[in-house]
């Protein structure tokens, strides 16, 4: 019980780790209000993942075996990103939200720092915490661009937020796809078995199963709000 506290010993790792915490928090503040009640789910099941990773609660499930990760880190998107495809109840609330308020939230996507720092302090594996690490403040650094030069009006602008939008969502989803095949449980694993351990390991899952779907479920909003806005600008 909470031998995750053994882990945190050590000030390198308390850095990077802190980086995420903080960002974590801002990412709830500028979660947009659009969702209204939507929004306590989304901490609802960011406290109980919290919870079952600090207690230990995974012991009795097997946290390693393909259809859990996929569960808890692909699930979630999967199906809001349905709800969109089939003008489900949330469709309507993604629509009323401004662009704006969905290029504020991915500024979050800085907390990819932490990954950067987890490599100097010997926690994350380099070839993947280096690509992941910038793909992410890339991504972070893009919508800081966007969102202080906010102009719909302008095509330039209108095509650089396309081309940004299509950079995140692949840098997420490459991520997750190097996550899943470095599983040591699945028989054609293709990448090191350092990057499963790194990402499992307290607080570092919370980017797989809590992050990472947000910020695909955000760039999906994105493109719904592109197309319904063809032929004239989003808000």
């Known amino acids: 019980m909470l031998e995750w506290?053994?882990?945190?010993?050590r000030a390198d790792k308390l850095v990077s780790d802190f980086v995420l915490y903080g960002f974590s928090i801002v990412a709830f503040a500028f979660m947009p209000a659009h969702f209204g009640r939507k929004?306590?789910?989304l901490v609802s099941w960011f406290l109980v993942l919290n919870v079952a990773f600090?207690?230990?609660?995974?012991?009795?499930?097997?946290?390693?075996?393909?259809?859990?990760?996929?569960?808890?880190?692909?699930?979630p998107w999967i199906l809001f990103v349905a709800d969109l495809v089939f003008h489900g109840k949330l469709s309507g609330k993604v629509?009323?939200?401004?662009?704006?308020?969905?290029?504020?939230?991915?500024?979050?996507?800085l907390m990819g720092l932490h990954f950067v720092l987890a490599i100097y302090g010997g926690y994350a594996p380099e070839e993947f915490g280096l690509q992941v690490g910038f793909s992410e403040v890339v991504t972070g650094l893009g919508a800081v661009a966007l969102y202080f030069g906010y102009n719909p009006a302008r095509g330039v602008h209108r095509t650089l937020l396309l081309l940004w939008n299509t950079y995140g969502i692949i840098s997420v989803l490459v991520a997750e796809f190097k996550i899943f095949l470095?599983?040591?449980?699945?028989?054609?694993?293709?990448?090191?078995?350092?990057?499963?351990?790194?990402?499992?390991s307290y607080p570092q899952n919370w980017v797989y199963c809590f992050w990472f779907p947000v910020a695909i479920g955000m760039h999906a909003a994105v493109y719904y709000q592109f197309y319904l806005s063809r032929g004239s600008r989003p808000a």
Request: overall charge negative; aromatic content about 18%.
């Open 54 to 75: 600090l207690l230990g609660l995974w012991d009795f499930l097997d946290w390693e075996g393909p259809a859990l990760f996929i569960l808890f880190g692909q699930l």
């Open 39 to 41: 929004v306590w789910l």
């Open 182 to 200: 470095s599983n040591p449980h699945l028989p054609f694993t293709h990448y090191s078995r350092e990057i499963f351990s790194y990402m499992i």
């Open 5 to 9: 506290l053994s882990d945190i010993d």
């Open 95 to 109: 629509a009323a939200i401004p662009m704006r308020e969905l290029l504020l939230w991915q500024t979050t996507r």
